[in-house]
């Protein structure tokens, strides 16, 4: 993978993130130096995707252990309280950050000078980089063998939903990654790429990671999926996911609810591909996750030009959940899960 094509790099005690607000016309990295940036970088999406806000937040924390004079298990969880508050939906976040408390309560016991603790975070995020892109494989693999006994050896037509590949995984990609593999063996005919709105992570992120590895495409508004699946134009959809709960619930980005629903409809498998990472079995459904609002001008402006009249409101939420009766099949690194057996997601994550 070219430099261009990592989102997140580590390099000289310095996390370089690349900008996706600017993407698909400007690649630029930002350099990112304390915890503060970090959790900036998370809010302002400089960086986006459960996973690599999860890198980003492991990093961060190795950054503000450096620019410590001391440290004590109450400032340690103070910092990870703030990072964790960049954006509470996805799951990865807090998971990361938690295991970095981990590491650091426990360095602090066996009295760890603060240079091995940074330097135990530093190499803590560079593992989670190198066993996502294993993870990434896995899941693709199974996917791809999952849909070869659903749909057949026939070329594929496949649904997207916001964005889930190299950009917000950090390598190959959730979602998208199990489009990329069944293109890579020859199993791809088309893919079609939600907008996303309001953010347009489809039409400037997806269609990007599409355009890169040379995948035929077509962007689509979010309610033009009917007319697509209405007319046989769709063989599978494919979405990624922020938090899953225990009963296979999924929090996603918005737009992914209807689009489930709409798949039940027609009869057209829908699969959530999540790394374990993701999902969130001290919850029970999908009713305890909480959905995170954005700033309403996201909405009612596009890149600083106004669209709605003066005054006008508008209601952003970043995230929907999926009910899981409207998930076919849930993909992750330890194998497939039909979430409409009960308890079958917890006793496969626990495995």
Sequence with gaps: ????????????????????????????????????????????????????????????????????????????????????????????????????FEIMKNGLAENQSKEDLYKKLVAFGDLQIKE?????????????????????????????????????????????????????????????????????????????????????????VEGAASYLLSHNKVDAIFVGADRIAANGDTANKVGTSTLAIVAKHYNIPFYVVAPVSSFDVTIPDGSHIEIEMRPINEITELKGIKLAPEGANAVNPSFDVTDHQFITGIICEKGFINPKNPGELVRVVQS
């Design 132 to 220: 996502s892109h294993e993870k990434n494989t896995a899941m693709a693999k199974i996917g791809f063998e999952e849909l070869k006994k659903k749909v057949g050896d026939k070329k594929w037509r496949l649904m997207t939903h916001c964005n889930t590949g190299f950009l917000a995984c950090g390598s190959l990609g959730t979602a998208l990654g199990v489009i990329s593999y069944a293109n890579s063996q020859g199993q791809v005919e088309y893919v079609y790429a939600d907008e996303t709105r309001p953010y347009m992570q489809g039409t400037r992120l997806t269609a990007f990671e599409l355009s890169k590895e040379n995948i035929p495409y077509s962007i689509v």
């Design 1 to 100: 993978m070219s430099q261009s094509y990592r989102p997140i790099i580590w390099k000289d005690d310095t996390l370089l993130l690349l900008d996706q607000r600017l993407l698909p016309q400007t690649e630029t990295f930002v350099e990112v130096k304390d915890l503060k940036g970090c959790a900036l970088a998370i809010k302002d999406m400089i960086v986006r995707g459960a996973p690599c806000i999860g890198f980003t937040a492991i990093y961060g924390m190795a950054l503000w252990v450096k620019a410590q004079s001391s440290l004590t298990v109450a400032s340690c969880r103070n910092a990870c309280d703030e990072m964790i508050s960049a954006r509470p939906t996805a799951v990865n976040l807090s998971f990361e950050v938690n295991r970095c």
